[in-house]
């Protein structure tokens, strides 16, 4: 049986990326695909219990890191490994580059720590392919007021914040150019569409 494929979708809060995630989870199940549609922090029932804690919880930047990763263990263990060895394909709404930006470019957690956590629980593991929804901040900041009456832990965080997590992305995009495309979130939605498609056609 061939492994499956692994896709992340990123970007910062407001950019869209949950909506384009279910577009092409029904994409690909429309073509045929078994698809494992996840998110993270959480994917499973320990997950989302660790992902309750640290959206709402106030904690040292550490422990937040921590928390990430544990919840990141469980996940590949139980969903994303088993998945891709089924030949599955594993669309997860955020994955490791989330704690750089975040945890790294947002709150100034070193990029050295993230990354020992990274070695230490992903092993080999990587994405195929990681799509970073990149839109400026005002803009994502409009979507989400527009869209969410009960903002969580992150998405009360000021503008500056929300700077350094895209600049932290766009980093993330720069030194990974074969597995991450940055796609231009401002676009429309069906211009968006279209891309994902031609890329994920060359997958
Ligand atoms: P998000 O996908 O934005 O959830 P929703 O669209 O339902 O609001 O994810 C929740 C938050 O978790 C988001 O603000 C980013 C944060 N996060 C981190 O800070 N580090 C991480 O490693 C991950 C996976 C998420």
Redesign the pocket.
């Known amino acids: 049986m061939a492994r499956g494929r692994f896709i992340s979708f990123e970007g910062i ?1 407001g950019a869209g ?2 909506t384009q995630h279910a577009w092409l989870v029904q994409y690909l199940r429309d073509r045929g695909r078994a698809v494992v549609a996840t ?3 959480g994917g499973t029932p320990l997950g989302e219990k660790l ?1 309750s804690l ?2 709402a919880e106030p904690m040292h930047l550490e422990t ?2 921590l928390l ?2 544990a ?2 263990r469980e996940h590949i263990a139980q969903v994303i490994e088993p998945a891709l060895a089924r030949g599955d394909w594993v669309i997860c ?11 790294g470019g ?2 100034g957690l070193d990029w050295e720590k993230i990354k020992d956590l990274a070695d230490w629980v992903l092993g080999d593991l990587e994405p195929d392919l990681t799509l970073i929804f990149d839109a400026p901040v005002a803009i994502a900041q409009q979507r989400l007021h527009a869209s ?1 009456a009960n903002p ?4 009360q965080e000021q503008a500056d914040f929300f700077e350094k ?1 895209r600049a932290a992305y766009i980093r993330i995009a720069r030194e990974n150019p074969n597995r991450v495309r940055l796609i231009d979130a401002t676009q429309t939605p069906a211009a968006i569409n279209k891309s994902l498609e031609n890329i994920i056609a060359i997958l």
């Open positions: 809060d990326k949950s998110r993270e922090p992902r640290l959206l937040e890191a990430m990763f919840a990141r709404d955020r994955f490791v580059d989330a704690s750089f930006a975040y945890q947002g709150r969410t969580d832990r992150f998405e997590v």
